[in-house]
C-alpha cells in the first residue's frame, strides 16, 4: 500500500529554535517523489520543497531541508530558525511513478513560541 | 510566478442547488486536480485531468463532476448539494507529476451547504 505517515499531529517550538517534522512512507515504486506543503491558516497550500527518489543529495530551500534516509523510508522536513510565521499546518506528501495523484499525509500543526 | 485562481473564497449554498467551482491557472500546466479538504481527513482527491477534455476519478468522486474545455480551466460541479459537501475546496496544477515545481495550488473555497 502507498502511504505517508506523520506521527505528530502538533508541535509547539521555541522562536528561533530548529524544528524537525518527521514523514515516513511507504511505497514500492523505484521512482517517486517526496514533497512538503504548508498551510497557513489562511487555507492556501504553499509548495515548500522537493526530493525527487534517485537524488542522492538532501534537498535544501532558504531555511528548509529535507532530511531524505531511503533506507529507512523517511523524509523529515528540517526548519532552521524557527520565525512566528512558520506557524501553520504542515503536509508530507509522495508522488509514486504508478499514480497519479499525490498521496498525503494528515499533517502537523506546527505552533513557534515568541 | 505560476498562478492558480479560485472564483471564491466562501460560498453558501442550499441544499439541492447545483453549484460551480471554478479554477484557472496560467502557466500552461498539463494536469489539474479538485481536492476537498475536511479535518482529521487530510487532503482527499476528487477528480484530476491531465489534458483537455480528459477526467479521472480519485478517491471520493460521488456527487461531483468535472469539466476541463480549455487548458487553463477545470471546474468541479457538484449537480445536487447536500450537506455532507461543506468542506475546503482545493484546485491544483502541475505541468509534471513529480518535479521540484510541485503542484500549485489555489487559496481554496471554504464551501457551506445549509
Known amino acids: 500500500a502507498q502511504k505517508i505517515t506523520q506521527t505528530q499531529p502538533g508541535m509547539f517550538v521555541q522562536e528561533k529554535e530548529a524544528v524537525t517534522l518527521d514523514c515516513t512512507y511507504d511505497?514500492?515504486?523505484?521512482?517517486?517523489?517526496l514533497f512538503w506543503y504548508k498551510q497557513p491558516s489562511s487555507g492556501e497550500m504553499i509548495f515548500l520543497i522537493y526530493q525527487g527518489s534517485y537524488d542522492e543529495q538532501n534537498a535544501t530551500e532558504g531555511r528548509y531541508s529535507l532530511n531524505f534516509q531511503k533506507a529507512r523510508k523517511s523524509a523529515n522536513l528540517v526548519i532552521s530558525a524557527s520565525q512566528l510565521g512558520d506557524s501553520a499546518m504542515y503536509f508530507c506528501a509522495m508522488s509514486p511513478d504508478s499514480n497519479y495523484q499525490l498521496i498525503w499525509g494528515a499533517g502537523t500543526k506546527l505552533i513557534i513560541k515568541p | 510566478d505560476v498562478k492558480v485562481t479560485q472564483s471564491s473564497r466562501y460560498l453558501v449554498k442550499r441544499t439541492g442547488e447545483k453549484v460551480f467551482l471554478e479554477c484557472v491557472q496560467d502557466?500552461?500546466?498539463?494536469?489539474m486536480f479538485w481536492y476537498r479538504q475536511d479535518p482529521g481527513l487530510g487532503l482527499r482527491l476528487i477528480y484530476f485531468s491531465y489534458d483537455v477534455k480528459m477526467k479521472e476519478k480519485g478517491d471520493i468522486p460521488e456527487g461531483y463532476s468535472v469539466s476541463r474545455e480549455k487548458k487553463e480551466r477545470f471546474s468541479l460541479i457538484l449537480e445536487s448539494a447536500s450537506t455532507n459537501q461543506t468542506s475546503m475546496y482545493l484546485c491544483a496544477s502541475s505541468l509534471f507529476r513529480q518535479g521540484g515545481d510541485g503542484y500549485t495550488f489555489g487559496s481554496g473555497t471554504r464551501l457551506t451547504v445549509v
Open positions: 502557466m500552461d500546466h498539463e494536469n
Open positions: 511505497t514500492s515504486d523505484q521512482s517517486y517523489g
